[in-house]
């Protein structure tokens, strides 16, 4: 009975290694969020998909790609990662913008 | 431009006592504001969400308040339990004229109860 999943839980790799993270709701959410958590645990938004549809758009290096194939899924997928892209990711969705937000468990990606 | 500040950063209190967590932000224009709390290794859990129409939300143990002409909300935990330990962490969406602007999010209180 999972309400956002995300898939995987921890993520090792190389710098310059492209991987992608995946994203799951089964709330029947029409808006999706990725976020990052920083070692200091500062969170930021990073992305929004509104019904399939970017609508936010923070200030992040274009090597960070969403992709939302339905509205029940938003995946991210990065190119050439970087030692700076150590952190850890959040998927959460919410019935619409600026409603309550629910959040997945996180992905901790390190980059070696 | 809206700042979102938690202070303190880190709380310590015995089990049983009644506390507030603090979450002042800058600009008054918001839609609404989201109380969260994370375990470590977890993700955010929401504990209570205001609209901006709204003065205080109640569940459980947990009351949230909100006053917009001070900017501040306060989330009051009663008789705190080594259960409660964890970051709480504040979140508001701005209002821009009649539209949603941008979301902000507090750095966090980090609480400990112990026994």
């Known amino acids: 009975d999972t309400a956002v999943s995300q898939t995987p839980k921890y993520l090792v790799t190389q710098m310059g290694n492209d991987k992608s993270i995946k994203c799951e709701q089964n709330?029947?959410?029409?808006?999706m969020y990725w976020y990052k958590q920083d070692s200091k645990k500062f969170l930021k938004i990073m992305f929004s998909y509104n019904n399939k549809e970017l609508i936010i758009n923070e200030t992040v290096p274009n090597r960070f790609s969403p992709k939302s194939p339905d509205k029940a899924h938003l995946n991210l997928h990065i190119n050439s990662l970087e030692l700076g892209d150590s952190a850890v990711y959040f998927c959460?969705?919410?019935?619409?913008?600026?409603?309550?937000?629910?959040f997945g468990p996180g992905t901790r990606l390190t980059v070696l | 431009k809206q700042e979102v500040t938690q202070i303190p950063a880190a709380l310590s209190v015995p089990e049983g006592e009644n506390l507030v967590l603090n979450c002042s932000f800058t600009?008054?224009?918001?839609?609404?504001l989201q109380w969260f709390r994370q375990d470590p290794g977890k993700g955010l859990t929401s504990l209570l969400l205001i609209q901006s129409s709204q003065r205080e939300q109640t569940s459980g143990r947990l009351n949230a308040s909100l006053d917009k002409s001070s900017g501040r909300s306060t989330l009051y935990i009663a008789a705190s339990q080594p259960g409660d330990s964890a970051t709480y962490l504040c979140?508001?969406?701005?209002?821009?004229?009649?539209?949603?602007?941008?979301?902000?999010f507090g750095r966090g209180t980090q609480l400990t109860v112990w026994p």
């Open positions: 959460a969705s919410s019935q619409d913008r600026g409603n309550e937000q629910f």
């Open positions: 709330l029947g959410h029409d808006t």
């Open positions: 600009d008054s224009a918001i839609y609404n």
């Open positions: 979140a508001l969406w701005a209002r821009r004229g009649s539209t949603l602007g941008r979301l902000y």
